[in-house]
């Protein structure tokens, strides 16, 4: 089954840029969650969603026990963000606030019950969206860690590096315009969207360097082919999960 589902490479094999050596170890406080939390990051343009969705129809492919959500999308808060951005009302502070209640709405309702129930649960975005640009934003990055301190590490967090044009191309190829907030416009860094795309993004690649080191992420080469990274994105998971252990229970 496995090898009707694998994406026929379309260049010659390489491996993610960055890698950790060791799976992340579990404290003992999330032991009675047997799950596989993975998430994605990287900028925008960069393909993230791209990869963890078709991550996600691979697992579900295998009769996996799989769940998935994206960051921004608690139905409690999300119209109240919103109205936030449409008006432009939000401070830095407000703004990280907004988004740590959405992601502490679906992690009670649907990521930690999952990862109890032994699901392996996707997140397209996780709190490191929010360690990267709420501290590019002047959020101090203490404040943010215990402001999501309640949440687990993943298991695997993939992230996806290309550089700033590429990203801007792929971006401004999609749809007419950027986005006030993605380009960083309420930080006052240009007048012109797109030179204040390139600063206010800039500062983000940064921070997820950083974060790279801090939290062992695995990065990939997101300029390459879709269907390439999707191969080495399985290859990790694969070789990082018993994935026979999530397997639907077929009645007999």
């Given amino acids: ?27 003992l406080k999330w032991q009675g969650a047997p799950g596989v939390l993975i998430a994605v990051e990287g900028l925008d343009g960069s393909g993230k969603s791209t990869q963890i969705r078709l ?5 579900q492919g295998l009769q996996l026990r799989v769940h998935f959500t994206e960051w921004n999308s608690s139905g409690l808060v999300k119209g109240a963000t919103r109205r936030g951005k449409k008006m432009q009302l939000l401070t830095p502070t407000t703004f990280s606030l907004v988004h740590a209640t959405d992601f502490a709405d679906r992690y009670e309702r649907q990521i930690l019950p999952m990862l109890r129930a032994g699901y392996i649960v996707l997140c397209d975005r ?27 590490i993943p298991d695997f967090t993939l992230y996806f590096k290309l550089p700033l044009e590429t990203a801007l191309g792929r971006i401004l190829e999609g749809r007419p315009q950027l986005k006030y907030f993605e380009a960083g416009m309420d930080l006052n860094l240009s007048t012109n969207i797109e030179d204040s795309f390139r600063i206010f993004q800039s500062r983000v690649m940064q921070q997820y360097e950083q974060l790279t080191t801090e939290f062992g992420f695995t ?15 399985r290859a990790v998971i694969g070789s ?12 007999l």
Avoid: K
């Fill in 240 to 251: 990082g999960i018993d994935l026979s252990r999530y397997r639907t229970r077929v009645p």
């Fill in 55 to 59: 991550l996600h129809s691979w697992l």
């Fill in 1 to 27: 089954m496995s090898d009707e589902l694998l994406v026929e490479p379309h260049e010659p094999h390489r491996p993610p840029i960055e890698r950790r050596a060791q799976p992340l170890e579990r404290p």
């Fill in 126 to 152: 996780y709190i490191f969206t929010s360690y990267a640009r709420d501290a590019v934003r002047g959020c101090d990055p203490g404040w943010l860690r215990e402001l999501y301190g309640f949440a687990r």
């Fill in 219 to 233: 990065g990939f080469d997101a300029t390459r082919n879709v269907h390439d990274q999707q191969n080495d994105v």
